[in-house]
Structures are given as structure tokens and as C-alpha cells.
């Protein structure tokens, strides 16, 4: 199994300010998935990280706004620039893993971030 | 504080025969109830989603779930299995608002010719 972690858990930061959002993964993984849950929203893909390749973004989703890091295989930052309110959400990594024999999927706690 | 529990990790199904995958969930909100599904390589595709309207929602791809509050469940089910349903799918359950979402372990689908 993978063990993922998140840091910040949570924040409340400034409009027009930016967070970097940091997972870290116990074991090295090939994909790493960024999601976002708005409030009473389902969960956003925003983005598929590779270590060693670009970021590829969902429609709707650029690079200038979150812009992702991938410098190794068990870490990713994602972070979240200029922010407005609507940028409040709770924001996930995920990985793929094996889990006994069999490709799985593992998800971080989130973080939790209001924009005032 | 809220959990969900998916009973099973592996499900096998024949072709044509109907799907049912559980659920269990528990909550001190009102929560809201997701299915996902992810096929491999791919990110999450939400199936349907419940949030305290009809307990009977129905989703993409012929799926549909019950909420029913008083066995704290939200089981997924589909009449007839298709090949492409072979994939592996999530329970989650969240707080009104944004406070926390929480995923279950998920349950690998697998459809047999």
C-alpha cells in the first residue's frame, strides 16, 4: 500500500495571495493526480503529473494558475496562484499503487483551503 | 467525524448480470454521497452523486444508488454487467460544505465473459 501525505491540511489565506501544496508519497510512484472538490461540487481532475514530463491539464485547468512541480518519484507540489474565493476547495493527490497483486488508487487527507 | 466503508475490494461478475457494490458510510453531517469510477490510466469520473434530494439517484452508464439512511448505506448497483464497467470504483462521502471528504478503499470490478 501507499502511504500519502499533505501538507498544509489546512488554510486560510488573502485573495491574490499563492499556496504550494505539498504530497509526499511513501513509495515511488509513476502518476501522481491532482484533484480539487469545490464546495457541494463532485471531485475536478486538474491535472496528471509524470516525474520528468509537463503536467498535462484538464479543460479548464492552466498551468499559469497551478502551476505543478514533479522533481521526483514520491513528490509533487501544486500550487495555487493568485487566489479568489472560488479557489476554496479541498485539494487532493492521488497515486496509483499496487495493492497485493492489483493496480489500486490511494489518495492523500487533503488540504482544505478558504480564500477570503 | 465520517468514514465509509466499501465491504468489498474485489467484485466478479458475469457479463450481463447485475452489479452491486456496497457501501457503508457514517457521518455527523449531513453528508454528501459520491460514486467514482476509475479506469486504469485514467483520473476519476464521477458516476453520480447524491445530496439530499430523491434517495434514489441515478447516474451515467446505466448505474443508480440508494441512499438509505437507516442502514447508513449508499450500495451501487447496475441491471446488466458491460465489459467496459471492468474497473475499479469509489465510495466517497463528504460534509455539507467543503469540511472533509472521505474515500473509501474501493472495490475492483471485474466482468467475465
Known amino acids: 500500500s501507499a502511504v500519502i501525505s499533505q501538507k498544509p491540511s489546512r488554510d486560510i489565506c488573502q485573495r491574490g495571495t499563492s499556496l504550494t501544496i505539498q504530497c509526499q508519497v511513501d513509495?515511488?510512484?509513476?502518476?501522481m493526480f491532482w484533484y480539487r472538490q469545490q464546495p457541494g461540487q463532485s471531485l475536478t481532475l486538474i491535472a496528471t503529473?509524470?516525474?520528468?514530463?509537463?503536467?498535462?491539464?484538464e479543460s479548464g485547468f492552466v498551468i499559469d494558475k497551478f502551476p505543478i512541480s514533479r522533481p521526483n518519484l514520491t513528490f509533487s507540489t501544486l500550487t495555487v496562484s493568485n487566489m479568489s474565493p472560488e479557489d476554496s476547495s479541498i485539494y487532493l493527490c492521488?497515486?496509483?499503487?499496487?495493492?497485493?497483486?492489483?493496480?489500486?488508487?490511494?489518495f492523500g487527507p487533503g488540504t482544505r483551503l478558504l480564500v477570503l | 467525524a465520517q468514514s465509509v466503508t466499501q465491504l468489498d475490494s474485489h467484485v466478479s461478475v458475469s457479463e450481463g448480470t447485475p452489479v452491486l457494490l456496497r457501501c457503508n458510510y457514517s457521518?455527523?453531517?449531513?453528508?454528501?454521497l459520491f460514486w467514482y469510477v476509475q479506469h486504469p490510466n485514467k483520473g476519476l469520473q464521477l458516476l453520480l452523486k447524491?445530496?439530499?434530494?430523491?434517495?434514489l439517484v441515478k447516474g451515467i452508464n446505466g448505474f443508480e444508488a440508494e441512499f438509505k439512511k437507516s442502514e447508513t448505506s449508499f450500495h451501487l448497483t447496475k441491471p446488466s454487467a458491460h465489459m467496459s464497467d471492468a474497473a475499479e470504483y469509489f465510495c466517497?462521502?463528504?460534509?455539507?460544505?467543503?469540511?472533509?471528504?472521505?474515500f473509501g478503499t474501493g472495490t475492483k470490478l471485474q466482468v467475465i465473459p
Open positions: 492521488s497515486v496509483e499503487g499496487i495493492l497485493g497483486s492489483q493496480e489500486t488508487q490511494y
Open positions: 503529473a509524470n516525474q520528468g514530463s509537463e503536467a498535462t491539464y
Open positions: 457521518s455527523s453531517y449531513s453528508p454528501s
Open positions: 447524491y445530496t439530499s434530494a430523491a434517495t
Open positions: 466517497v462521502v463528504s460534509d455539507s460544505g467543503y469540511q472533509k471528504v472521505t
Open positions: 513509495s515511488q510512484v509513476t502518476m
